[in-house]
Nanobody, 125 residues
């Protein structure tokens, strides 16, 4: 079992920044692909960013590329999402997720086994 707890969400003005953290417990996550997803009201959960366990390769949704940065600290058993130049459309609940299958990489939510409870990010004008 892996427990994931997100933090760092909040209210920010457009153009501002936030850093989300995801603390893992129960198992070490150094051999899991770790992803961030988000879900806005009335919309499906969507992929945001992924860091691959094997080589640290990064993947981003086109909508956040160049603005968001995913990183991990295996010593702290944690994953982060630095979000810059935030836009109104970034408003959503953000979720951290772990894919324990050791597949190459997946941006599909159904491929992730463990999820955090989510943290709300609200971007205002």
């Amino acid at each position: 079992q892996v427990q994931l707890v997100e933090s760092g969400g909040g209210l920010v003005q457009a153009g501002g920044s936030l850093r989300l953290s995801c603390a893992a417990s129960g198992r070490t996550i150094d051999r899991f692909n770790m992803g961030w997803f988000r879900q806005a009201p009335g919309k499906e959960r969507e992929f945001v960013a992924l860091i691959r366990w094997s080589d640290g390769r990064l993947y981003y949704a086109d909508s956040v590329k160049g603005r968001f940065t995913i990183s991990r600290d295996n010593a702290k058993n944690a994953v982060y999402l630095q979000m810059n130049s935030l836009r109104l459309e970034d408003t959503a609940v953000y979720y951290c997720a772990a894919d324990t299958s050791r597949r190459v990489a997946s941006t599909a939510p159904h491929d992730y086994d463990y999820w955090g409870q989510g943290t709300q990010v609200t971007v205002s004008s």
